[in-house]
């Protein structure tokens, strides 16, 4: 069985949402940056899977981070 047709599209997708997130983690940062006149050093996003017993693995972002450029 060759899976590398399957790897390169999930190559593919991973790279398309990466560029989703960036676009819209982009906007934000940006817009906070313009309306606080601070910038952001770096943001943090992290992702929490739910399981339950008979049901498809859930993600879900738990939380987010940000750390501001004061200096």
Known sequence: MNI???????????????????????AEV????????????SVEVRVLALETIGAPTYYSVSGVTVALDLG
């Open 4 to 26: 590398q047709p399957a790897l390169a599209q999930l190559a593919g997708d991973k790279q398309a949402l990466e560029s989703r997130i960036r676009d819209l983690v982009g």
């Open 30 to 41: 940006a817009a906070f940056s313009k309306d606080s006149g601070v910038g952001i050093k």
